[in-house]
């Protein structure tokens, strides 16, 4: 943006502006927005405005384009499609935000999942790490108390994406595969205390060197040769 600190977005209804860039997080929408399984942030093509102050706490911190964003939105009206369906609302009074507060237009703050599956498994697999996107209801967080890195390299195993097809639900006329909350709970995971320290070493070195390049189509992505090595890791452990 013109004013340091604050960068120039525009929003789905052509909004435009300079907002603080500490009140904007970066949300990830679809899977079709990144090409990694480690995800940074960086990738983002949206910004999310998650704003944690009162409007009299960003005046005396002189956020002027996140209270021009908040007086643009208590401007505008529903258009009566999506979830609210009901057209000329005015912002602050949809039911999904109005309840929030302090105020209307602050969002919950929380911490992000360390992984993400998608609802939808398409041509490409993965768990994505997550280390700092919002992360859109398209989606599932996923975290675990202890070996973080060990669980994810082990979920972006060809031997999970096995289980994920038998697991996965299917509608006849669409042909997608589904994945949702009670497929994700009984999804059979390695008891990572049985597994020996040298294997755990192995698994987590192979999937490093697997996360930060593109992820290609699964015919093709189980013949690249750091998928056999992973893949081969996690069979010896189990």
């Known amino acids: 943006g013109r004013r340091q600190g604050t960068v120039r977005v525009q929003n789905s209804r052509n909004w435009v502006g300079e907002i603080e860039e500490d009140l904007l997080k970066p949300a990830l929408l679809s899977l079709k927005e990144v090409k990694t399984l480690a995800l940074s942030g960086e990738e983002a093509r949206w ?8 409007r009299n706490e960003l005046q005396a911190r002189g956020y002027l384009g ?8 208590e401007q505008q009206r529903t258009g009566g499609r999506g979830r609210v369906g009901t057209r000329g609302v ?5 039911s999904s935000v109005r309840s ?4 209307w237009f602050n969002l919950p703050v929380r911490k992000p999942g360390q992984l993400v599956s998608n609802r939808f498994v398409g041509e490409r697999f993965g768990f994505l790490i997550n280390s700092g996107f919002a992360i859109s209801d398209t989606f599932f967080e996923i975290s675990f108390p202890t070996d ?5 390299a082990l979920l972006n195993s060809t ?15 669409q042909g997608v595969l589904y994945l949702y909350g009670p497929e994700l709970r009984e999804l059979p995971v390695p008891d990572t205390s049985r597994i020996p320290i040298h294997l755990q070493e192995c698994i987590i070195k192979a999937f490093n060197k697997l996360k930060r390049r593109s992820v290609k189509p699964i015919a093709q992505e189980v013949k690249q040769e750091d998928r056999r090595a992973l893949d081969a890791a996690v ?4």
């Open 235 to 238: 069979l010896e452990a189990l």
């Open 66 to 73: 996140a209270l021009d964003y908040i007086r643009w939105g």
């Open 159 to 173: 031997v999970t994406f096995l289980f994920v097809e038998l697991m996965g639900r299917q509608t006849w006329t």
């Open 47 to 54: 910004l999310l405005f998650l704003c944690p102050h009162t």
């Open 90 to 94: 005015p912002f602050p009074q949809v």
């Open 100 to 103: 929030h507060r302090p105020e």
């Open 148 to 152: 973080k890195d060990l669980y994810a």
